[in-house]
């Protein structure tokens, strides 16, 4: 899984690397397989539980010893997605000082 997700890494994050660090947390996911035969109050609860709990112990790790203050941005696909719009809304609430570097645009 790990070679995996490194790979994947290399591969899709390679693009902003002229440009900014790359930061990705693992995170313990909703099975795929198991995603298609629930409702979305079950997935809702499922993806605030242990993901939500794993990405938010990456962000404060990533906010206390690597990005130094400067200028961010979020990105994520699938369950990374749900994540990043987790994150813009609770952990950025309860951070509002990580919110102020956050780089803002709107495509």
Do not use: I
């Not at 795929?32 to 938010?56: G, H, I, N, Q």
């Amino acid at each position: 899984m790990k070679l995996g997700a490194k790979r994947n890494a290399s591969q899709q994050a390679s693009a902003f690397e002229p440009v900014a660090n790359f930061f990705a947390p693992f995170w313990r996911q909703v099975n795929a397989m198991k995603l298609s035969s629930m409702s979305f109050e079950e997935v809702d609860e499922a993806e605030w539980a242990e993901p939500r709990t794993d990405v938010y112990a990456a962000l404060d790790y990533y906010f206390e010893n690597l990005n130094q203050g400067r200028p961010y941005f979020l990105a994520g696909h699938s369950q990374g997605s749900r994540l990043s719009y987790m994150v813009l809304f609770e952990y950025m609430r309860e951070h509002p000082d990580y919110y102020d570097c956050f780089f803002h645009t709107m495509l």
